[in-house]
Structure formats: C-alpha cells, structure tokens
C-alpha cells in the first residue's frame, strides 16, 4: 500500500513539475528568483521531449509501481484523472518535438516580455522630482509624449 502511495506522490509530483516547466515562468513574473528554477526546469523538459528521454520520474513512479505488485496504471483517483495528461496515448516522436516547441515558446515569449519590460525601465531612468533636471533620456521621453506610463 505505502509503494501505491508514493508511486501516485510521484505522479502528482510529475505533473506539477510539468505544469512549473510550461507555466512557471508566469510565476517569474511575479517572482524574478524563479527564473533561476525554471529555466532549468524548461530546459530540461525541452531536452526529454526533443531527445525521447525518460524522465527519472517515469522510472521512479514505475519502481514504485512494481514494488506495489501492480502492473499497469488502473485503479486510484489520480491514476485515472493524470495519466492520460502525462503520459498521452498515441504519444510520437512529433509530437513530442511539437511539445517540446510548445515549451520553448511559452517560456520565450514570456520571458522576453520581461526583457523588454526591465529594459523600457531601465532606459527611462528614476521618475523626475519637481525641481530637478530630466537626464536627456527622460527629456527626450517628455518632449515626445511618452514619458508618462
């Protein structure tokens, strides 16, 4: 019984890892140490897709799986409801590249809006005081209209 359990506590685990590996760099967004996670996380989920990798979690959650006595995936709540997202039928080795690219352009996309993001703030400078001189950047920003966001 303890093997099923954590054979399913992988599976869960798997998936959330998955859902961090395309998702998670919304969370970057909020939280810019995340990227220091989850470009890792993307990277690596690209590479198993692109490669035909399997990942250690798929061998550890089928040792576990093993140890249970059990010898396909039927039975508990999660296995019905999780395995299908994981491990799709039908799975080629297109449409893992065709993930695999899905992966990298959610994650770019996010990330270079962030780039831009940072970067338009950086070249705007501090917000002018009352009294003080706009930097050329700042002055070239106000004289065209864009200086206010």
Sequence with gaps: MSYRIAADAVLL?????????VLGALLALRWRWVAL???????????VELTGQICPLTILEN????????????????????????????LTR?????????VLAVNGAIYAW??????SRWTAGPPVASGQ?????????????SGKR
Excluded: C, D, K, T
């Design 94 to 102: 297109n449409a893992q590249w065709i993930l695999a690219a899905v």
């Design 13 to 21: 685990l798997h998936f959330a890892f998955i859902a961090f590996v």
């Design 114 to 119: 962030m780039l831009h993001r940072r970067r």
């Design 133 to 145: 001189r706009a930097s050329p950047v700042q002055q070239s920003r106000i004289e065209s209209g």
């Design 63 to 90: 040792r576990f799986r093993v140890e249970a006595g059990a010898s396909g995936y039927a039975g508990s709540f999660v296995e019905h409801y999780l395995l299908a997202i994981i491990y799709p039928s039908g």
């Design 37 to 47: 996670v989850q470009l890792p996380a993307a990277a690596w989920g690209a590479f």
